[in-house]
């Protein structure tokens, strides 16, 4: 039997009824209403069809805060679910009402399991997995505590951060291109405003982001998942190579052999280097030194990679006999090639062999202080498996020459690779006959690069210097350019 209809809902002073208790129709909640719609603009006439609201409880109410609460944050109000009913009779629109509430509940049910299966399945959850793990092999290591603030900042950066972007709490499934182009777009508005190009930020989270999908294939849940498609990463313009001339490279060397105790040059056994100090908790011991002097010189003789120090073996390096015509020097009898059998990207690469006349034997003063197999510097050191470079050999050996230049007073921001360039730079200036291009192309194949990158990185600087100081020796001086008089003190 129909309830009767309320006098203040007759008269107009009530908009709302309850659909339960004021209408008396069988619902599942108490809290289900239909209403009058709000009166038309151009007069006080109302919209016919009553419309209908409904509020979950707060623990239930899973919506995205944006269309959980006015404003779209969480120091708005919570709003309710809202339809309409197309009915003006109160008792019909109470029926259609129940109806609606049922598919709103149906609703809330779906978008519960949706997001526990995209909690499951997120890029969030393979990170909260990644970095458990990476903090596992890192937290005890010399450096680990920077590997892993450097690594979690990927994630956590204000704004710019992946762990803040909508797409972090998806199915990693479901992130298409159009995710990574609006997260491109807040990089660059925060690069905007900070004045950065973000390039670099941008690279990181490729990485990153790689890295995570490849644990979700790993795991068995998506074994066919490839990684995303990125939107360009369009570089600035490209900083000019920092790389020492001869005088600063000679300071840099004499540095670090004082910083070893006078030690690094000196003909030593494995056990006479075992003898030598060495700390865990201070990387900058005389032990250390030794190592980065060899690894210096590696650079210097091999023109090597930053990432491929870790990986450099003993057992890499072979010392082949030679003819030379050069009775004034003997050692030229030798030469001590480097065979690097994993390069970057499991590239095979070729047998690599030094230049300079004295690499071999400082090879061989290397090497007895070595173990016969094994990896050449810091073998102490853990490596990843699969993954030398992931070790903390290359933060090590960057911190150590860097404290060693200032200590040489470089006034330069050098960085492992800086060595490469200064490799290549003083080798190129002290032999111009290697300008001769295929001459040129055989060097850059014995150097892991290309003769179009030594063109253009140091052929071209080299030939501007040379042409500078040509003109400045031949161009006359002018009359009234110079600086006339005493300067008045």
Request: hydrophobic residues 35%; contains cysteine; aromatic residues 10%.
């Amino acid at each position: 039997m129909k309830k009767t209809l309320p006098e203040e809902w007759v008269s107009g002073k009530k908009n709302s009824l309850n659909v339960a208790t004021d209408l008396g129709i069988r619902c599942p909640v108490t809290n289900l209403f239909i209403y009058r719609g709000p009166r038309k603009k151009t007069g006080k006439q109302r919209s016919k069809g009553l419309y209908c609201r409904w509020l979950p409880d707060v623990l239930e109410d899973i919506r995205p805060d944006h269309l959980k609460f006015t404003g779209g944050t969480t120091k708005g109000k919570r709003r309710s679910f809202e339809g309409t009913t197309g009915k003006e009779d109160p008792f019909v629109a109470g029926q259609i009402a129940v109806e609606w509430y049922r598919k709103q509940r149906n609703h809330l049910t779906e978008l519960a399991q949706q997001i526990e299966y995209d909690s499951n399945h997120s890029l969030e959850h393979y990170w909260q997995e990644y970095i458990a793990d990476f903090t596992r092999r890192f937290e005890n290591e010399v450096g680990g505590q920077k590997r892993i603030t450097n690594e979690k900042s990927v994630w956590n950066a204000k704004v710019s951060g992946i762990g803040h972007q909508p797409f972090a709490k998806k199915s990693i499934d479901q992130i298409v291109q159009a995710d990574l182009k609006d997260f491109w777009m807040v990089c660059d508005a925060k690069g905007r405003k900070i004045g950065n190009s973000m390039v670099t930020q941008k690279k990181s989270i490729v990485t990153l982001i790689n890295k995570l999908f490849t644990n979700a294939r790993e795991s068995r849940d998506f074994p066919h998942l490839p990684n995303p498609l990125y939107p360009k990463i369009r570089s600035v313009s490209k900083k000019e190579a920092v790389y020492l001339v001869r005088d600063e490279w000679e300071s840099l060397l004499k540095s670090i052999i004082e910083l070893s105790g006078g030690k690094a040059n000196q003909l030593l056994s494995l056990d006479e280097l075992r003898e030598i100090p060495w700390s865990n908790r201070d990387r900058r011991n005389p032990r250390n030194f030794i190592e980065l002097y060899d690894a210096v010189l590696m650079m210097w003789f091999y023109y090597l990679r930053a990432e491929d120090m870790p990986r450099i073996r003993t057992e890499w390096f072979t010392i082949k006999p030679t003819i030379s015509n050069m009775a004034d020097k003997p050692n030229l009898d030798r030469t001590a090639l480097l065979k690097m059998e994993v390069a970057k990207g499991g590239r095979k690469l070729k047998t690599s062999e030094p230049y300079r006349p004295e690499a071999t034997k400082a090879v061989e003063r290397m090497l007895l202080r070595r173990q016969s197999d094994g990896y050449l510097l810091f073998p102490n050191y853990r490596r990843p498996y699969q993954n030398p470079s992931g070790s903390q050999v290359g933060d090590t050996l960057n911190t150590l020459l860097q404290f060693a230049a200032k200590q040489a007073g470089i006034d330069k921001k050098l960085v492992w690779t800086s060595l490469r360039h200064t490799a290549f730079m003083e080798t190129l200036r002290e032999l111009p006959e290697l300008n001769e291009e295929s001459k040129l192309i055989r060097f850059a194949d014995n150097g892991y690069t290309s003769a179009k990158m030594l063109r253009e990185d140091y052929l071209n600087k080299l030939e501007s210097n040379t042409t500078a100081e040509f003109a400045r020796a031949k161009l006359p001086e002018g009359s009234y350019t110079l600086f006339k008089g005493t300067r008045k003190s």
